[in-house]
């Protein structure tokens, strides 16, 4: 059983930057392509990022393209997410989960496909 936790999450200005982090447990690191989700109070739950299990391949959602970088560190068990440019519409609660699907669009990009998920970590950005 893997388990996920994430860190780093605060209350930072608009155009400022925070890294996430989500340290990973139970399993192997190198078997499960990973994801950062993010859920807005009253909406649903949507991807914003997701890396292949070598860490080669890297997938955006539009609105964070240029902006936002994931990254894995297999030696330390841990996926990045760093946030640069932050945006008020940036905030809500971000998890990072975890799969050992197929790398393609429609494992990916869902969340109901992911296995292992995270506690959460909450980003504010104020104007």
């Known amino acids: 059983q893997v388990q996920l936790v994430e860190s780093g999450g605060g209350l930072v200005q608009a155009g400022g930057s925070l890294r996430l982090s989500c340290a990973a447990s139970g399993g192997t690191f190198s078997d499960y392509s990973m994801g950062w989700f993010r859920q807005a109070p009253g909406k649903e739950r949507e991807f914003v990022a997701a890396i292949s299990k070598s860490g080669r391949s890297t997938v955006y959602e539009d609105s964070v393209k240029g902006r936002f970088t994931i990254s894995r560190d297999a030696a330390k068990n841990t996926m990045y997410l760093q946030m640069n440019s932050l945006k008020p519409e940036d905030t809500a609660t971000y998890y990072c989960?975890?799969?050992?699907?197929?790398?393609?669009?429609?494992?990916?990009?869902?969340?109901?496909?992911?296995?292992?998920w995270g506690q959460g970590t909450q980003v504010t950005v104020s104007s």
């Open positions: 989960a975890g799969q050992g699907r197929p790398w393609y669009r429609d494992n990916y990009y869902y969340a109901t496909k992911y296995d292992y």
